[in-house]
């Protein structure tokens, strides 16, 4: 990020819920780019993996040869935002995953797949995020994971009533299973650019 311009988000479209997040970020004003071949990579400040099937997401990314690229940025340290396919695509380990299904990995957690069964395939929620003020997200829960082991670097930043962990967070990723694209609070995402603005100190 050159000055006090803002800075350019991408968003795998490959599949998924691109255009909610794409509305978020341009309302708080950031750049942003539908990513879907891996020269699209390049000059990103941030990277938002969105909610979608993750198991589709991957074959695409290989198919596309834009997985190597992609874990080389995310070791390189550019910060990215997982919601719940993506929280998927980037934990190191899965449950519940179809055979031969991979993710990007990168952070340290297990998580367990269409974690709330079928019969509660989606809900609403209303989920406090550490570092998020004001009243909890109004969130939406789709087939969503759950978070079953978190590792070093890893810190937990939302449960629900349960307990459950719906959202962790190391130096550069933030992973939660729930949409708050699709309810339409912004407050995730700007919590994200500050990651994306600390990143570039
Ligand atoms: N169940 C989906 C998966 O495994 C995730 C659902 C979602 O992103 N809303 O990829």
Known sequence: ?????????GILALQGDV???EALLRGLGVNTVQVRRADQLEGLDGLVLPGGESSVMDKLLRLFDMK???QAMLRGGMPVLGTCAGLILLADEIEGAI???????????CVKR???GSQVESREERVVVRGIGGPPLDVALIRAPIVTRVGEGVDVIATLDGGEIVGVENSTMIGVSFHPEVSGDDRLHSLFLQKVAE???
């Open 114 to 116: 269409n974690a709330f």
């Open 1 to 9: 990020m050159a000055g006090s311009s803002p800075p350019t988000i």
């Open 199 to 201: 990143s570039q100190r």
């Open 99 to 109: 055979t031969g299904q991979e993710t990007l990995g990168g952070l340290d957690v």
């Open 19 to 21: 255009a909610e997040h």
């Open 68 to 70: 190597k690229p992609l």
